[in-house]
């Protein structure tokens, strides 16, 4: 089950991989086509609202609008190529076939019923005779998208369409047929079937989705109702699936679909605080982002927390360690501080010490998010990366509540490491004892053709690769291999056969190893893990 949950996780990371870059397009077009902004900054509207300059940002800015308002066939293409196991170009292209399918059935099904998109408006369903929320509730079910009027299923018939058909490619992708429809067998078979199957789906929610939709209408409202107990329990909850790689599971449905609100932008229905946060970027009003995007304790974990942390392993370590901590640390501070990728300094506590991540780091987490929202912050991300963007609308921020929050949440934090690490006599960087008996051992074959690997004569990257596959029992034992922003995703057909975690951290250069079931694992690299990642499967091959 672990296993099933790291793959689809992985998947859930695909189209995401875009959402930065449409952020930086947003961000730059929306300012750069601002009235409010340029006229603030000394430039004649009249003129450079009709020059090829304005022509060009506007164009920048609809290209950040391609991914944000295509999300649904995105996570489509993106969890059947990533879930598919064989023939990943065909379950993409199938999975787009299958997403057309599902929009047009349902169309042909709404308009039969009488519905299209001029009688379904909140102004149209007022006029009928429903109340102003009712039809706000009723509007929301439906949608207009790649040119089919539908039922607003986003990322959810996105992510429906793309596991199925990935599961329609592992099952049919060598199909055999009759000679004379020997044109369609193989992996040709796949699309067919995904066609057939989106049509079934279009079916399937035309007669469910009132139903579905209205239950995240439901259950959004929940959310917002529960007040701050609802925001701890939020930030808390994601804090603690970091560790397993499925914090997309709760994170995704938040920032994309009705769970995580809905706003009304521009005249445009915008559901998910993410995309609600990137509506508001790129709209010419002025309005401050949301503040209950569930983005700014995200801040306070990348700019307060966990520097807080590394200062309270560096001054818990032994005197004569500390220069070899502080190389260690201020490189994995600098890039979570200004990429956000929080794996090594997290995963540094982590398996030393689980208690100390779930039991104190998680709840402070859930706090800082709780005291960001009561005092107003609104912001995008928890990272310098992300935050430029919207650093050229600096009208859309508030930032100022961090002046106190980060300072108080920095010292309550390396006060409490402090104590506890000293206290429980914590094995943190540079508190190691000099000599380890569990290092004392004889080698198993893979640990030896890891330790070979590394003495090869390639250069360090080849090297490293050979480590790793060397590691993992061989490329005959590596069932799949991938990798999201930080964490290389291996499936082995026998554990049995890799070498111990410790030869991945002190030879193989990972951060840590999180085992995810009986063949499912996770290699922490950071940053690096997509050269890595490519260089592993050139040499197995893929």
């Given amino acids: 089950m672990k296993q099933k949950f790291q793959q689809f996780g992985k998947a859930m990371l695909v189209p995401i991989s875009l ?28 003129w450079y609202s009709t020059s090829i300059i304005f022509a060009f940002f506007s164009v920048f800015k609809g290209l950040g609008n391609v991914v944000i308002g295509n999300l649904g066939i995105l996570y489509a293409i993106g969890c059947a190529f990533s879930l598919a196991k064989k023939e990943k170009g065909w379950a993409a292209f199938s ?17 039969i ?10 102004q149209a369903l007022v006029s009928a005779g429903l109340t102003t929320l009712e039809a706000s509730k009723q509007a929301g079910l439906y949608t207009t998208s790649l040119g089919f009027f539908t039922y607003g299923t986003g990322v959810f018939g996105g992510i429906a369409i793309g596991c199925i058909v990935a599961w329609i490619t592992s099952k049919f992708y060598n199909q055999k047929l009759p000679v004379a429809l020997s044109f369609f067998a193989g992996s040709r078979t796949v699309p067919i079937i995904s066609l057939v199957a989106g049509g079934l789906l279009g079916i399937i929610f035309y007669y469910v989705w009132p139903t579905i939709g209205g239950l995240f209408v439901n259950i959004a409202a929940f959310v917002y109702q529960s007040g701050y107990v609802g925001t701890f329990v939020y930030r808390f909850s994601e804090e603690c699936l970091v560790p397993f790689g499925m914090h997309p599971l709760i994170s995704t449905p938040m920032r994309w679909t009705e769970l995580g609100g809905s706003a009304i932008i521009d005249g445009t229905r915008v559901v998910g605080n993410s995309a609600i946060q990137l509506a508001q970027l790129a709209s010419n009003q002025s309005d401050k982002l949301l503040v209950r995007a569930f983005m700014a304790g995200m801040g306070v974990i990348d700019y307060a927390i966990f520097p807080a942390v590394a200062c309270a392993m560096y001054v818990c370590a032994k005197k004569e360690n500390k220069k070899k901590v502080a190389g260690l640390l201020i490189p994995t501070i600098i890039s979570t501080v200004f990429f956000g990728v929080t794996e090594p300094i997290l995963f540094t506590f982590l398996f030393i010490a689980p208690w100390l991540y779930f039991l104190v780091y998680a709840p402070l987490a ?3 998010e709780v005291l960001c929202e009561w005092m107003g ?21 508030n930032l100022w ?5 980060l300072p108080v949440f920095f010292v309550i934090t390396f006060f409490l490491f402090t104590f506890l690490i000293k206290k429980f006599k914590i094995m943190t ?3 190691e004892e000099e000599a380890n008996s569990d290092d004392i051992h004889l080698l198993s074959k893979a640990e030896y053709n890891a330790k070979m690997a590394m003495k090869a004569s390639d250069s360090d990257d080849i090297k490293l690769a050979k480590g790793i596959i060397a590691a993992l029992g061989g490329a005959e034992n590596i069932e799949d291999l991938d990798n999201c922003i930080s964490r290389l995703r291996v499936v082995v057909r026998d554990k049995g056969k890799m070498a111990p975690d410790d030869l991945f951290k002190k030879e193989l ?9 009986d063949k499912a694992v996770q290699i922490i690299y950071g940053p690096a893990v997509g050269g890595i990642a490519a260089d592993v499967r050139e040499l197995i091959g893929e």
């Fill in 19 to 46: 959402i930065a870059l449409s952020g930086l397009c947003l961000g730059l077009g929306g300012a750069l086509t601002s009235k409010l902004t340029m006229t603030s900054l000394g430039v004649d509207w009249s």
């Fill in 95 to 111: 999975a787009a076939v299958g997403y057309f399918a599902m929009m047009n059935t349902q169309e042909v099904l709404l308009g």
């Fill in 113 to 122: 019923a009488g519905f299209n998109a001029d009688n379904t408006t909140v």
């Fill in 366 to 368: 859930g706090l800082a």
């Fill in 377 to 397: 912050v609104s912001v995008f991300q928890g990272n310098i990366k992300d935050l430029i963007p919207f650093l050229l609308r600096p009208e859309k921020l």
């Fill in 401 to 405: 509540p961090y002046l106190i929050i």
């Fill in 429 to 431: 960087p540079g508190r």
């Fill in 509 to 517: 250069k990972a951060m840590g190893v999180i085992h995810m079931g």
